[in-house]
């Protein structure tokens, strides 16, 4: 089998056609081997070494010596994947094993379809999924970037393990006095009569995935941390993302299951590894934050932004405040949510992040909060998460990070003010 390169597929595709680059390979080594994800180093006819990723729920595993098919279409025309081939089929395999969970298609209509039991369709889920009524309160942090999901998941963390330590009494619950209060307004909507799915200090998260970036959740080797870690309970895999601990049609589902299957206190809603951007306004995957925090509204929970802020980037257009989060706030969002800023960020920083801010905030009435991010920051360089976006770090952004945890972490103040309303009610009644 020849290979079809980049020059030829620019003279057969006009106008923009989209082209796929599949090249024969061999499997030289397996260098990482789990059970959803294979890192593997393949040789092509153009390239002696060349990483390649192998997803063995698509395509099996595969083993040093095999010959493969590899599609190398991102790196022949020098887009984004991390500088990897990904396998498509390896030689000598007729069939997948295991039986397919149910009949929901990813994928679908292309050769890489794939069968997923989603928990709608499951037994076991169905009840509880049918007997929603609403997200009672349940805090739902959106955020842009996938770089977002493991600051917020620390500040998050952070609040929980501050409320565990200040637990006296499970008769005495009381908001941690490390952690800011949540005021009586603040808990308004909190779902006073529900409180299944975690103990006293112990907060339960889940991490809904989307389809606007990568479509793997295997891929991400942040969300693989925050699991070992038990930063986050339940992975959600929402649209044609897959591989979550439940897989779900759409987003709005996806917080139903987090609310009723999981019994998640807190959600955090954001894309895999790799946005899609062009530049333009509504030209980018990031959109997709707009109608989350809508749907989060829509289904009586606490809708929450994550903002994209940056000192660092070359890019006028995402500096303080990401045009991005300009145009969701203003024109994407149907419905009011809180946008959240951390406050122990540099003042200069912060004078210059609201101003920018202002004007989207008062079409529609979104609300904008205050609340501390180091604390999350410092939970997550403690267990070593890596912090970085578009190949900066904390150092080089601290605004970014800071707010990111500061919303993971205001989030999980308003599920301890939830408690702490629940034991209220409960005490009232005795």
């Known amino acids: 089998m020849g290979i079809l390169r980049a020059c030829d597929l620019a003279r057969q595709a006009p106008g923009g056609a989209a082209v796929l680059i599949a090249e024969p390979a061999v499997v030289l080594r397996v260098e990482e081997d789990s059970a959803h994800i294979q890192r593997v180093v393949v040789q092509t006819e153009s390239e002696p070494e060349c990483p390649a990723i192998c997803y063995p729920d698509i395509t099996g595993r595969v083993a040093g010596g095999q010959r493969v098919i590899v599609n190398t279409t991102a790196v022949r025309l020098g887009l984004g994947s991390g500088g ?210 809508d749907a989060a509204t829509r289904l009586r929970g606490q809708a929450i932004m994550a903002p994209r802020l940056s000192r660092g980037d070359p890019r006028g257009r995402h500096t303080p405040v990401s045009h991005h989060t300009i145009t969701v706030l203003r024109d994407v969002c149907c419905l009011p949510c809180t946008v959240v800023l951390a406050d122990d960020m540099d003042p200069a920083f912060l004078e210059r992040a609201v101003e920018a801010l202002e004007p989207a905030l008062s079409g529609i009435g979104h609300r904008l909060a205050l609340h501390p991010g180091e604390g999350g920051l410092r939970e997550a360089q403690a267990a070593g998460l890596e912090l970085s976006t578009m190949g900066r770090d904390s150092a080089q952004e601290p605004e970014f990070f800071l707010t990111a945890s500061a919303a993971g972490a205001y989030a999980a103040s308003l599920a301890v003010g939830c408690r702490v309303g629940r034991g209220e009610a409960a005490q009232a009644s005795d």
């Open 84 to 293: 990897s081939h990904f396998v498509m089929w390896a030689d000598g395999r007729k069939e997948l094993e295991g039986t397919p969970g149910g009949h929901i298609m990813k994928l679908r209509y292309t050769p890489m379809q794939i069968a997923c039991g989603a928990a709608e369709e499951s037994a076991a889920c169905l009840e509880a999924i049918e007997a929603f009524s609403g997200l009672d309160g349940m805090p739902v942090v959106v955020c842009e970037l996938h770089s977002m999901l493991a600051p917020a998941a620390a500040g998050a963390a952070w609040v929980a393990s501050a409320a565990s330590a200040s637990a006296s009494a499970a008769s005495a619950a009381v908001v941690p006095s490390a952690v800011p209060a949540v005021s009586a307004a603040e808990r308004v909507g909190c779902g006073v009569g529900d409180g299944a799915g975690a103990t006293e200090g112990a907060l339960r998260l889940a991490y809904i995935m989307t389809d606007g970036g990568a479509l793997p959740a295997a891929l991400s080797r942040t969300v693989s941390r925050l699991v070992r870690m038990g930063l986050v309970s339940s992975v959600i895999t929402a649209g044609h993302a897959f591989g979550g601990d439940h897989e779900a049609v759409n987003v709005h589902s996806a917080l139903i299951i987090a609310k009723q299957v999981v019994k998640c206190d807190v959600a955090i809603v954001c894309m895999g590894p790799g946005v899609v951007g062009t530049g333009t306004r509504f030209g980018t995957t990031a959109i997709e934050q707009g109608p989350a925090l």
